[in-house]
């Protein structure tokens, strides 16, 4: 999931456009992972979006408040673009980071 969405900014090119639709689709994607991260961790998995990422936040002492911002359509109304667009996408791929270094620290054996 995270080279397909480091392709897919590669591919914004810096369009603005693009990069917002690729920050309104793409977060979505990565529930189930984060799902099955709760799930090997014996945490509570919620059905909203924005709490899973809430008990991730919590569980393994990280903070993604942009992830959050994608998943609850709370990023500013403005239309953001430029400097202010690429430091959100800069923050969201940062935090995807983080996921990805937890869920490769999870062990899918332990009961």
């Not at 992972?33 to 509570?44: D, G, K, S, V």
């Not at 993604?64 to 690429?86: H, I, V």
Request: proline share 8%; aromatic share 8%; glycine share 4%.
């Amino acid at each position: 999931k995270m080279l397909h969405l480091w392709e897919a900014y590669l591919e914004c090119a810096g369009r603005s456009s693009t990069m917002r639709r690729l920050l309104a689709q793409t977060p979505v994607g990565f529930v189930p992972a984060i799902r099955a991260m709760l799930y090997l961790a014996e945490r509570p998995r919620y059905h909203s979006s924005v709490k899973l990422v809430a008990e991730v936040e919590r569980t393994f002492r990280c903070e993604l408040p942009t992830f959050t911002r994608l998943l609850d359509r709370t990023l500013p109304r403005s239309r953001p673009t430029g400097p202010e667009l690429e430091a959100i996408c800069e923050g969201y791929l940062d935090e995807v980071r983080i996921l990805v270094r937890i869920a490769d620290g999870l062990d899918p054996q332990t009961p």
